[in-house]
């Protein structure tokens, strides 16, 4: 009996041991992919937040009755434009219907949208597609807004291209294999294009 016994502590000590190597072994693994994942993972919402912002401002000019077109006026003098007018109520709603649907959408999201595969946290091009897919999932947006920017480029000669940027910002706490980090996303959505012919205004 006493044979066995002892043979039974040096197994249960032998299996200790090995969980305790593999935990150690897991925890060093874990922290030296974990900054990887955190940057994967905030391309994988980035991707997402940007499908889902182009998406809420089609629905959006839908659901108000606009084409992009609607937004902006123009009045000209002589074939120079002498004033470029938006229609802020409209951009005004817009915004908070589009806002509103990117949080629903992102707080909706899961591993199945997010899910990064191992091979691709080692940061090695022949192994990013491999691997057990590591889940990642949206816990809740910690913060989220939407701040309209004016730009215009050349766009040929005497011609300007006008655009109404949405730039969106969203925080949102993320759960990766090993914890929770917080992740922002900031996506820019073109709610509106115009071309203006000749000199422009100020």
Known sequence: GGR???????????????????????????????????????VQVQNEVTRIANEALSEALSAEGLSSSDLVSLQSVDGAVTTLTTDTASLNSLRLR??????????????NDLAIPLGAATGADLLMALGPRLPVRVLSVASADAVYQNAFTEAGINQTMHRILLNVTISARVLL????????????????????????PN
Do not use: H, K, W, Y
């Not at 959505?189 to 000199?199: D, F, H, R, S």
């Open 98 to 111: 589009i806002l509103a649907n990117i949080i629903s959408q992102v707080e909706n999201l899961d591993s």
């Open 4 to 42: 066995r016994e002892r043979e039974r502590r040096q197994l249960l000590l032998a299996a200790a041991l090995g969980v305790l190597a593999a935990a150690v072994l897991l925890g060093r693994f874990s922290a030296r992919i974990r900054p990887q994942l955190a940057v994967l993972a905030q």
């Open 177 to 200: 294999p090993g914890g929770v980090e917080e992740i922002e996303a900031v996506t820019p959505v073109c709610v509106a294009e115009t071309i203006l012919i000749g000199q422009v």
